[in-house]
Protein backbone atom coordinates (compact mmCIF):
# COMPACT_ATOMS: atom_id res chain seq x y z
CA UNK A 1 0.00 0.00 0.00
CA UNK A 2 1.12 3.52 -1.10
CA UNK A 3 1.25 5.82 1.34
CA UNK A 4 -0.94 9.04 -0.22
CA UNK A 5 1.00 12.52 -0.14
CA UNK A 6 0.81 15.57 -0.95
CA UNK A 7 3.10 18.64 -1.84
CA UNK A 8 3.95 20.47 1.25
CA UNK A 9 3.57 24.38 -0.23
CA UNK A 10 4.69 26.28 2.85
CA UNK A 11 7.55 24.04 3.76
CA UNK A 12 11.10 23.78 1.85
CA UNK A 13 14.38 21.82 3.08
CA UNK A 14 16.93 24.61 2.40
CA UNK A 15 18.68 25.19 5.43
CA UNK A 16 17.68 28.07 7.38
CA UNK A 17 16.97 29.87 10.44
CA UNK A 18 14.09 32.11 10.65
CA UNK A 19 13.01 34.73 12.53
CA UNK A 20 9.39 35.17 13.42
CA UNK A 21 7.57 38.75 11.99
CA UNK A 22 4.18 37.36 11.35
CA UNK A 23 1.66 34.34 11.10
CA UNK A 24 3.15 32.11 8.98
CA UNK A 25 5.25 31.00 11.52
CA UNK A 26 5.38 27.33 12.21
CA UNK A 27 5.32 26.39 15.99
CA UNK A 28 8.95 25.50 17.58
CA UNK A 29 6.92 24.02 20.51
CA UNK A 30 8.09 20.23 20.16
CA UNK A 31 5.46 18.62 22.95
CA UNK A 32 1.90 18.35 21.09
CA UNK A 33 0.51 15.54 20.22
CA UNK A 34 3.57 12.94 21.51
CA UNK A 35 1.22 10.62 22.59
CA UNK A 36 -0.11 9.16 19.10
CA UNK A 37 3.01 9.41 17.40
CA UNK A 38 4.70 7.58 20.48
CA UNK A 39 2.33 4.29 19.86
CA UNK A 40 2.92 4.51 16.45
CA UNK A 41 6.71 4.61 16.79
CA UNK A 42 7.07 1.87 19.59
CA UNK A 43 4.47 -0.68 17.42
CA UNK A 44 6.89 -0.06 14.91
CA UNK A 45 10.29 -0.14 16.50
CA UNK A 46 9.02 -3.64 18.11
CA UNK A 47 7.75 -4.82 14.31
CA UNK A 48 11.22 -3.57 13.08
CA UNK A 49 13.57 -5.41 15.59
CA UNK A 50 11.51 -8.84 15.00
CA UNK A 51 11.83 -8.33 10.76
CA UNK A 52 14.94 -7.49 11.81
CA UNK A 53 15.55 -10.66 13.80
CA UNK A 54 13.58 -12.49 10.47
CA UNK A 55 15.83 -11.01 8.09
CA UNK A 56 18.76 -11.82 10.02
CA UNK A 57 18.18 -15.38 9.59
CA UNK A 58 17.07 -15.21 6.33
CA UNK A 59 20.18 -13.47 4.91
CA UNK A 60 23.53 -15.59 5.38
CA UNK A 61 25.81 -12.73 7.40
CA UNK A 62 28.78 -13.28 4.93
CA UNK A 63 27.32 -12.81 1.61
CA UNK A 64 26.51 -9.32 0.49
CA UNK A 65 23.16 -8.90 0.57
CA UNK A 66 20.55 -5.74 0.59
CA UNK A 67 20.77 -3.31 3.30
CA UNK A 68 18.49 -3.05 6.34
CA UNK A 69 17.36 0.08 6.11
CA UNK A 70 14.05 0.80 7.84
CA UNK A 71 10.76 -0.81 8.38
CA UNK A 72 8.23 -0.58 5.50
CA UNK A 73 10.55 -1.10 2.62
CA UNK A 74 8.21 -0.55 -0.27
CA UNK A 75 6.51 2.63 -0.59
CA UNK A 76 4.29 1.54 2.38
CA UNK A 77 1.71 3.30 4.49
CA UNK A 78 4.21 3.83 7.48
CA UNK A 79 1.94 2.91 9.98
CA UNK A 80 0.92 -0.49 7.89
CA UNK A 81 3.36 -3.17 8.83
CA UNK A 82 2.09 -6.05 7.20
CA UNK A 83 4.28 -5.75 4.05
CA UNK A 84 6.95 -4.93 6.81
CA UNK A 85 8.23 -8.38 6.46
CA UNK A 86 12.07 -7.74 5.91
CA UNK A 87 14.08 -4.33 5.88
CA UNK A 88 15.34 -3.71 2.98
CA UNK A 89 16.49 -0.87 0.84
CA UNK A 90 13.90 0.91 -1.05
CA UNK A 91 14.14 0.79 -4.93
CA UNK A 92 14.07 3.09 -6.83
CA UNK A 93 10.84 3.35 -8.93
CA UNK A 94 10.14 2.35 -12.12
CA UNK A 95 8.99 5.61 -13.11
CA UNK A 96 12.45 7.28 -11.89
CA UNK A 97 11.17 8.41 -8.50
CA UNK A 98 13.03 7.62 -5.37
CA UNK A 99 11.82 6.36 -2.44
CA UNK A 100 13.76 8.39 0.52
CA UNK A 101 13.66 7.73 4.74
CA UNK A 102 11.38 10.22 6.32
CA UNK A 103 10.93 11.36 9.64
CA UNK A 104 7.38 11.93 10.29
CA UNK A 105 6.05 14.06 12.10
CA UNK A 106 3.06 16.47 13.44
CA UNK A 107 2.70 18.92 11.38
CA UNK A 108 2.64 21.72 14.30
CA UNK A 109 6.57 20.64 15.45
CA UNK A 110 7.46 20.66 11.52
CA UNK A 111 9.65 23.92 11.76
CA UNK A 112 11.27 22.52 15.01
CA UNK A 113 12.30 19.19 13.09
CA UNK A 114 13.36 20.38 10.16
CA UNK A 115 15.66 23.46 12.13
CA UNK A 116 16.89 20.79 14.09
CA UNK A 117 17.34 18.63 10.84
CA UNK A 118 19.15 21.39 9.02
CA UNK A 119 21.82 22.37 11.59
CA UNK A 120 22.79 18.57 12.18
CA UNK A 121 22.91 18.53 8.54
CA UNK A 122 20.48 15.48 8.20
CA UNK A 123 17.81 16.84 5.98
CA UNK A 124 18.07 16.07 2.24
CA UNK A 125 19.27 18.75 -0.13
CA UNK A 126 17.30 17.68 -2.77
CA UNK A 127 13.69 17.09 -1.99
CA UNK A 128 11.40 19.10 0.34
CA UNK A 129 8.74 18.48 2.87
CA UNK A 130 5.29 16.18 2.12
CA UNK A 131 2.43 16.49 4.05
CA UNK A 132 0.42 12.99 4.34
CA UNK A 133 -2.89 12.15 4.66
CA UNK A 134 -2.95 11.32 8.79
CA UNK A 135 -2.04 14.85 9.06
CA UNK A 136 1.66 14.64 9.74
CA UNK A 137 4.65 15.56 8.05
CA UNK A 138 7.48 14.03 6.65
CA UNK A 139 11.00 15.11 6.45
CA UNK A 140 13.37 13.83 3.94
CA UNK A 141 16.59 12.97 5.47
CA UNK A 142 20.25 12.04 4.15
CA UNK A 143 22.48 9.01 5.18
CA UNK A 144 23.68 11.10 8.01
CA UNK A 145 20.79 10.87 10.32
CA UNK A 146 20.56 8.77 13.18
CA UNK A 147 18.24 5.87 12.69
CA UNK A 148 15.13 5.16 13.90
CA UNK A 149 14.53 4.94 17.10
CA UNK A 150 17.45 6.79 18.09
CA UNK A 151 16.69 8.89 21.15
CA UNK A 152 16.82 12.52 19.23
CA UNK A 153 14.00 11.22 16.96
CA UNK A 154 11.94 11.52 20.78
CA UNK A 155 9.99 8.41 19.76
CA UNK A 156 8.82 9.93 16.11
CA UNK A 157 8.65 6.95 13.43
CA UNK A 158 10.62 7.05 9.96
CA UNK A 159 8.79 6.25 6.83
CA UNK A 160 9.94 5.78 3.62
CA UNK A 161 7.88 7.47 0.85
CA UNK A 162 8.58 8.62 -2.75
CA UNK A 163 10.77 11.72 -2.36
CA UNK A 164 9.13 15.27 -2.72
CA UNK A 165 12.24 16.36 -4.91
CA UNK A 166 11.94 19.56 -5.93
CA UNK A 167 12.40 20.62 -9.57
CA UNK A 168 14.78 22.57 -11.00
CA UNK A 169 13.23 26.12 -11.51
CA UNK A 170 13.74 28.91 -12.54
CA UNK A 171 12.32 31.43 -10.14
CA UNK A 172 12.04 32.00 -6.50
CA UNK A 173 8.55 32.29 -7.10
CA UNK A 174 8.22 28.84 -8.42
CA UNK A 175 8.92 27.77 -4.63
CA UNK A 176 5.67 29.46 -3.30
CA UNK A 177 1.98 28.39 -3.22
CA UNK A 178 0.48 28.35 -6.11
CA UNK A 179 -2.65 29.80 -4.13
CA UNK A 180 -0.63 32.30 -2.38
CA UNK A 181 0.84 33.37 -5.84
CA UNK A 182 -2.32 34.17 -7.25
CA UNK A 183 -3.85 35.78 -4.29
CA UNK A 184 -0.92 38.30 -3.78
CA UNK A 185 0.65 38.17 -7.20
CA UNK A 186 0.22 41.92 -7.82
CA UNK A 187 2.35 42.90 -4.11
CA UNK A 188 4.77 40.54 -4.38
CA UNK A 189 8.23 41.79 -4.99
CA UNK A 190 9.59 41.94 -8.46
CA UNK A 191 13.15 43.14 -7.53
CA UNK A 192 15.19 42.70 -5.40
CA UNK A 193 19.10 43.26 -4.61
CA UNK A 194 22.30 41.14 -3.51
CA UNK A 195 25.07 41.76 -1.53
CA UNK A 196 27.80 39.33 -1.18
CA UNK A 197 25.68 36.79 0.32
CA UNK A 198 22.70 38.91 1.63
CA UNK A 199 19.84 39.44 -0.74
CA UNK A 200 17.74 42.78 0.29
CA UNK A 201 14.09 42.93 -0.41
CA UNK A 202 11.80 45.72 -0.37
CA UNK A 203 8.38 44.47 0.96
CA UNK A 204 4.89 46.06 0.75
CA UNK A 205 2.62 46.41 3.89
CA UNK A 206 -0.21 44.24 2.84
CA UNK A 207 3.14 41.15 2.27
CA UNK A 208 4.84 42.50 5.18
CA UNK A 209 3.37 39.15 7.16
CA UNK A 210 4.53 36.88 4.58
CA UNK A 211 8.19 37.50 4.52
CA UNK A 212 9.58 34.32 6.16
CA UNK A 213 7.31 32.16 3.21
CA UNK A 214 9.02 34.59 0.99
CA UNK A 215 12.48 34.45 2.29
CA UNK A 216 12.25 30.86 2.36
CA UNK A 217 11.68 30.64 -1.36
CA UNK A 218 14.70 32.78 -1.91
CA UNK A 219 16.97 31.13 -0.12
CA UNK A 220 15.79 27.73 -2.05
CA UNK A 221 16.13 29.43 -5.23
CA UNK A 222 19.69 30.94 -4.67
CA UNK A 223 21.98 28.62 -2.99
CA UNK A 224 24.65 31.44 -2.63
CA UNK A 225 22.39 33.58 -0.64
CA UNK A 226 23.22 33.39 3.38
CA UNK A 227 20.71 35.90 4.28
CA UNK A 228 17.60 37.55 3.70
CA UNK A 229 16.68 40.72 4.78
CA UNK A 230 13.26 42.87 4.17
CA UNK A 231 13.22 46.41 4.41
CA UNK A 232 10.32 47.08 6.00
CA UNK A 233 7.22 49.33 3.75
CA UNK A 234 7.52 52.24 6.76
CA UNK A 235 11.19 52.72 6.37
CA UNK A 236 13.00 54.10 3.20
CA UNK A 237 16.91 55.37 3.02
CA UNK A 238 16.96 57.59 5.62
CA UNK A 239 19.97 59.85 6.93
CA UNK A 240 23.31 61.61 5.92
CA UNK A 241 24.72 58.08 5.69
CA UNK A 242 22.41 57.17 3.20
CA UNK A 243 21.35 53.62 4.66
CA UNK A 244 18.12 51.29 4.97
CA UNK A 245 16.70 49.48 7.98
CA UNK A 246 17.05 45.83 7.12
CA UNK A 247 15.53 42.84 9.30
CA UNK A 248 16.37 39.61 8.77
CA UNK A 249 13.62 37.38 7.25
CA UNK A 250 15.38 33.69 6.75
CA UNK A 251 18.83 32.89 7.09
CA UNK A 252 20.87 29.40 6.01
CA UNK A 253 23.16 29.06 8.54
CA UNK A 254 22.01 30.85 11.19
CA UNK A 255 24.01 33.55 10.84
CA UNK A 256 22.04 37.06 10.51
CA UNK A 257 24.57 39.86 10.66
CA UNK A 258 24.25 41.21 7.01
CA UNK A 259 28.52 42.04 6.75
CA UNK A 260 29.33 40.33 3.74
CA UNK A 261 32.39 40.26 0.86
CA UNK A 262 31.08 41.67 -2.49
CA UNK A 263 32.71 41.03 -5.48
CA UNK A 264 33.24 44.07 -8.04
CA UNK A 265 35.54 44.40 -11.03
CA UNK A 266 37.02 40.94 -10.02
CA UNK A 267 37.86 42.34 -5.99
CA UNK A 268 36.07 41.36 -2.90
CA UNK A 269 35.24 44.41 -0.86
CA UNK A 270 33.66 43.96 2.86
CA UNK A 271 30.59 45.56 2.85
CA UNK A 272 27.34 45.79 5.52
CA UNK A 273 24.03 47.20 4.12
CA UNK A 274 22.13 47.49 7.35
CA UNK A 275 24.96 50.23 8.37
CA UNK A 276 27.03 51.30 5.23
CA UNK A 277 25.94 52.45 1.65
CA UNK A 278 26.99 50.67 -1.25
CA UNK A 279 25.93 50.37 -4.66
CA UNK A 280 27.15 47.77 -6.88
CA UNK A 281 25.06 49.56 -9.51
CA UNK A 282 27.82 52.50 -9.77
CA UNK A 283 30.99 50.04 -10.08
CA UNK A 284 30.48 51.01 -13.89
CA UNK A 285 31.41 54.68 -12.42
CA UNK A 286 33.94 53.35 -10.76
CA UNK A 287 35.95 52.14 -13.97
CA UNK A 288 35.08 55.36 -14.99
CA UNK A 289 37.25 56.93 -12.64
CA UNK A 290 39.98 54.79 -12.63
CA UNK A 291 40.34 55.56 -16.81
CA UNK A 292 40.58 59.08 -15.78
CA UNK A 293 42.92 58.66 -13.11
CA UNK A 294 45.05 56.91 -15.31
CA UNK A 295 44.89 59.52 -18.19
CA UNK A 296 46.15 62.11 -15.34
CA UNK A 297 48.96 60.11 -13.93
CA UNK A 298 50.04 59.66 -17.45
CA UNK A 299 50.05 63.56 -17.87
CA UNK A 300 51.91 64.17 -14.78
CA UNK A 301 54.26 60.96 -15.30
CA UNK A 302 54.16 60.05 -11.40
CA UNK A 303 52.06 58.20 -9.07
CA UNK A 304 49.24 60.58 -7.66
CA UNK A 305 47.56 61.49 -4.52
CA UNK A 306 43.88 60.72 -3.89
CA UNK A 307 41.14 62.53 -1.81
CA UNK A 308 38.06 60.35 -1.59
CA UNK A 309 36.88 62.28 1.54
CA UNK A 310 33.67 60.61 1.45
CA UNK A 311 34.54 57.11 0.52
CA UNK A 312 32.07 54.80 2.23
CA UNK A 313 33.49 51.29 2.30
CA UNK A 314 35.82 52.14 0.00
CA UNK A 315 34.62 50.57 -3.54
CA UNK A 316 36.73 53.72 -5.49
CA UNK A 317 39.79 53.19 -3.36
CA UNK A 318 39.85 49.73 -3.74
CA UNK A 319 40.11 49.83 -7.85
CA UNK A 320 42.86 52.68 -7.76
CA UNK A 321 44.59 50.86 -5.39
CA UNK A 322 45.04 48.18 -7.03
CA UNK A 323 46.20 49.34 -10.22
CA UNK A 324 50.12 48.89 -10.32
CA UNK A 325 51.85 52.10 -9.81
CA UNK A 326 48.91 54.59 -10.09
CA UNK A 327 48.74 55.81 -6.40
CA UNK A 328 51.62 57.48 -4.27
CA UNK A 329 49.57 58.49 -1.09
CA UNK A 330 45.65 59.13 -0.45
CA UNK A 331 43.38 60.54 2.44
CA UNK A 332 40.39 58.58 2.69
CA UNK A 333 37.55 59.20 5.22
CA UNK A 334 33.84 59.28 5.90
CA UNK A 335 31.63 60.37 8.60
CA UNK A 336 29.80 57.30 9.47
CA UNK A 337 31.48 55.68 12.04
CA UNK A 338 30.54 52.11 10.43
CA UNK A 339 31.51 52.96 7.19
CA UNK A 340 35.23 53.88 8.13
CA UNK A 341 35.60 50.59 9.77
CA UNK A 342 34.57 48.49 6.74
CA UNK A 343 36.95 50.94 4.88
CA UNK A 344 39.84 50.62 7.14
CA UNK A 345 39.58 46.84 6.03
CA UNK A 346 39.48 47.34 2.75
CA UNK A 347 42.29 49.50 2.07
CA UNK A 348 44.66 47.50 4.89
CA UNK A 349 43.57 44.40 2.36
CA UNK A 350 44.72 46.90 -1.30
CA UNK A 351 47.38 48.22 0.38
CA UNK A 352 49.55 45.02 1.56
CA UNK A 353 49.12 43.99 -1.72
CA UNK A 354 50.09 46.85 -3.77
CA UNK A 355 52.43 46.34 -6.29
CA UNK A 356 54.68 48.99 -8.50
CA UNK A 357 54.88 49.41 -12.54
CA UNK A 358 57.13 46.38 -12.55
CA UNK A 359 55.29 43.57 -10.14
CA UNK A 360 57.45 44.62 -7.53
CA UNK A 361 56.21 45.31 -3.66
CA UNK A 362 55.15 48.75 -3.68
CA UNK A 363 56.61 52.02 -1.72
CA UNK A 364 54.79 52.90 1.24
CA UNK A 365 51.65 55.69 0.08
CA UNK A 366 52.40 59.18 1.85
CA UNK A 367 50.27 60.30 2.85
CA UNK A 368 48.35 57.34 4.20
CA UNK A 369 45.39 58.61 6.28
CA UNK A 370 41.82 57.45 7.10
CA UNK A 371 39.64 59.46 9.03
CA UNK A 372 36.49 59.44 10.59
CA UNK A 373 35.60 63.08 9.98
CA UNK A 374 33.42 65.67 8.17
CA UNK A 375 34.63 65.86 4.84
CA UNK A 376 35.18 69.52 4.54
CA UNK A 377 37.33 69.61 7.49
CA UNK A 378 40.14 67.70 5.86
CA UNK A 379 40.96 71.31 4.31
CA UNK A 380 41.59 72.89 7.84
CA UNK A 381 44.55 70.63 8.76
CA UNK A 382 47.56 72.58 6.39
CA UNK A 383 48.96 69.55 6.35
CA UNK A 384 46.78 68.14 3.63
CA UNK A 385 46.46 71.64 1.41
CA UNK A 386 47.78 71.68 -1.92
CA UNK A 387 48.80 67.86 -1.73
CA UNK A 388 45.63 66.23 -4.01
CA UNK A 389 45.72 65.08 -7.49
CA UNK A 390 42.80 63.54 -7.97
CA UNK A 391 39.61 64.63 -5.54
CA UNK A 392 36.58 62.33 -5.10
CA UNK A 393 33.19 63.96 -4.32
CA UNK A 394 30.28 61.33 -3.50
CA UNK A 395 27.74 63.04 -1.47
CA UNK A 396 25.05 63.70 -4.48
CA UNK A 397 22.70 65.89 -2.31
CA UNK A 398 25.53 67.98 -1.52
CA UNK A 399 28.53 67.84 -3.68
CA UNK A 400 27.95 70.89 -5.76
CA UNK A 401 27.73 73.00 -2.46
CA UNK A 402 30.85 70.98 -0.45
CA UNK A 403 33.31 71.97 -3.23
CA UNK A 404 34.77 75.14 -2.61
CA UNK A 405 35.49 74.12 0.90
CA UNK A 406 37.63 71.23 -0.84
CA UNK A 407 39.24 72.93 -3.11
CA UNK A 408 42.17 73.91 -1.14
CA UNK A 409 42.72 70.22 -1.02
CA UNK A 410 44.09 70.51 -4.41
CA UNK A 411 47.65 70.34 -5.09
CA UNK A 412 49.10 73.87 -7.64
CA UNK A 413 51.01 74.54 -10.57
CA UNK A 414 49.80 71.50 -12.68
CA UNK A 415 46.84 69.93 -14.14
CA UNK A 416 44.50 68.11 -11.57
CA UNK A 417 40.85 66.24 -11.42
CA UNK A 418 37.80 66.74 -9.02
CA UNK A 419 35.35 63.79 -10.28
CA UNK A 420 32.01 63.68 -8.63
CA UNK A 421 28.13 62.80 -8.60
CA UNK A 422 25.62 64.97 -8.02
CA UNK A 423 21.40 64.55 -8.39
CA UNK A 424 19.94 68.10 -9.76
CA UNK A 425 16.94 68.80 -11.82
CA UNK A 426 17.15 67.85 -15.26
CA UNK A 427 17.10 71.11 -16.38
CA UNK A 428 19.56 72.18 -13.94
CA UNK A 429 22.54 70.54 -15.11
CA UNK A 430 24.29 74.02 -17.11
CA UNK A 431 24.28 75.31 -13.18
CA UNK A 432 26.28 72.08 -12.21
CA UNK A 433 29.00 73.76 -14.76
CA UNK A 434 28.77 76.79 -13.35
CA UNK A 435 29.15 76.77 -10.15
CA UNK A 436 32.06 74.35 -10.62
CA UNK A 437 33.99 76.77 -12.68
CA UNK A 438 33.21 79.92 -10.56
CA UNK A 439 34.49 77.67 -7.52
CA UNK A 440 37.70 76.74 -9.38
CA UNK A 441 37.99 80.59 -10.26
CA UNK A 442 37.42 81.46 -6.61
CA UNK A 443 40.65 79.40 -6.01
CA UNK A 444 42.68 80.86 -8.00
CA UNK A 445 42.13 78.00 -11.09
CA UNK A 446 41.49 77.81 -14.40
CA UNK A 447 38.99 75.14 -15.95
CA UNK A 448 40.59 73.37 -18.58
CA UNK A 449 37.94 70.87 -19.43
CA UNK A 450 34.34 70.48 -18.14
CA UNK A 451 31.79 67.97 -18.50
CA UNK A 452 28.61 67.02 -16.58
CA UNK A 453 26.77 63.96 -18.20
CA UNK A 454 23.56 61.86 -16.59
CA UNK A 455 23.91 58.93 -15.28
CA UNK A 456 20.44 57.55 -14.56
CA UNK A 457 17.13 59.21 -14.03
CA UNK A 458 16.79 59.74 -10.12
CA UNK A 459 13.20 60.79 -10.41
CA UNK A 460 10.83 62.33 -12.52
CA UNK A 461 12.42 65.49 -12.75
CA UNK A 462 15.85 64.33 -11.26
CA UNK A 463 18.81 63.22 -12.74
CA UNK A 464 22.10 61.44 -11.11
CA UNK A 465 24.51 63.00 -12.85
CA UNK A 466 28.75 62.45 -12.90
CA UNK A 467 31.05 65.76 -13.53
CA UNK A 468 34.81 65.55 -14.40
CA UNK A 469 36.97 69.29 -13.75
CA UNK A 470 40.44 69.27 -15.47
CA UNK A 471 42.09 72.25 -13.54
CA UNK A 472 44.83 74.41 -13.31
CA UNK A 473 45.09 75.79 -9.78
CA UNK A 474 47.93 78.54 -10.19
CA UNK A 475 50.67 78.14 -7.37
C1 LIG B 1 26.60 58.30 -1.62
S1 LIG B 1 27.61 57.64 -0.37
C2 LIG B 1 29.07 57.30 -1.29
C3 LIG B 1 29.92 56.24 -0.68
C4 LIG B 1 31.04 55.75 -1.55
N1 LIG B 1 31.83 56.83 -2.09
C5 LIG B 1 30.53 54.84 -2.63
O1 LIG B 1 30.64 55.19 -3.82
O2 LIG B 1 30.04 53.76 -2.32
C6 LIG B 1 28.01 59.07 0.57
C7 LIG B 1 28.87 58.77 1.78
O3 LIG B 1 29.20 60.01 2.39
C8 LIG B 1 29.14 59.88 3.79
N2 LIG B 1 28.92 61.22 4.33
C9 LIG B 1 27.78 61.91 4.49
N3 LIG B 1 28.01 63.14 4.93
C10 LIG B 1 29.35 63.26 5.02
C11 LIG B 1 30.23 64.31 5.39
N4 LIG B 1 29.76 65.53 5.75
N5 LIG B 1 31.54 64.08 5.40
C12 LIG B 1 32.04 62.86 5.04
N6 LIG B 1 31.26 61.83 4.67
C13 LIG B 1 29.94 62.04 4.66
C14 LIG B 1 28.03 58.87 4.02
O4 LIG B 1 28.19 58.21 5.25
C15 LIG B 1 28.21 57.93 2.82
O5 LIG B 1 29.03 56.85 3.14
Request: hydrophobic share 40%; net charge neutral.
Amino acid sequence: MRAKAKISSGCSTSGRMTRSIGPIVLSNSSNSSLGQSAVYASYLRWSAILAASIASRLMPPTEPGPIPMSKSPVLGMFWSTKESSAMLKPPTRLDGASVMRHLSVPRAQTQHWLELCRTKQWNSSTAGVTNLEDGTNAIPLNELAPREGDPIWEGHPHVDITANVRPKTENWLDHLDEDFVAEHGDELPRSFEIQGDVLIVKLGESIWEYGETMADAMLTQFPHVRLVCGTPFYSGVKGEFRIRELISLASRDGTVSPRTRVRENGYFLWVDPSKVYFSARLSNQRMATLHSSKKLRNKLGRGLVVADPYAGVGPSMASLLKEPGLLSGFLAGDLNPDAVELLKLNIEYFTSRRKDSEGNVAEPLEPSEISCCDAKSWPLDTKNQGVVDLLLVNLPHQSIEHIPALLPLMSRGHTTVLRGWAITERTAISDIESSISEAVLGAGGVVEQLSVHEVKGFSMTKVFVCFEAWMFLSS
